[in-house]
């Protein structure tokens, strides 16, 4: 299985913060899985962490390559799958995974409950 974290996945898990379901804890954990991060999730963690809103203990990028995360780039088909997308969800960061998670054939990890409108696999991240 090919997962996609959502910014609030990849936080907890390297955080270590318990907020992970087990189902969703053990998923990343799979070796037989890939874990993805978007580079939009990256870009949402640097705008938080340049306006004070979020710390990052360290490099994210480092962390990510340690866990063995795979970066996935945003590309124009991305941006362009998300004009259709129905707007259940105006957050352009969520919206932007929906689409990749769509493009890609990934499955999207997620707490997000607006995101279960769409047609994307997910997998409950609580």
Not at 25 to 54: C, F, P
Not at 66 to 80: I, K, M, W
Request: proline letters at 4%; hydrophobic letters at 45%.
């Amino acid at each position: 299985m090919r997962l996609l974290l959502d910014t609030h996945v990849l936080l907890w898990w390297l955080s270590g913060s318990g907020d992970l379901a087990e189902s969703a804890e053990n998923a990343i954990a799979e070796a037989e899985n890939d874990s993805v991060v978007s580079v939009a999730t990256m870009w949402e963690i640097s705008i938080k962490q340049s306006t004070g809103k979020l710390k990052v203990d360290g490099d994210l990028r480092q962390h990510m390559r340690d866990q063995y995360f795979q970066e996935l780039p945003v590309v124009g088909d991305h941006a362009v799958a998300v004009r259709d997308l129905p707007l259940h969800h105006k957050d352009p960061f969520d919206r932007l995974l929906i689409a990749q998670a769509r493009c890609e054939g990934l499955t999207l990890v997620t707490a997000d409950k607006a995101i279960s409108a769409y047609d994307v696999p997910i997998l409950p991240a609580r």
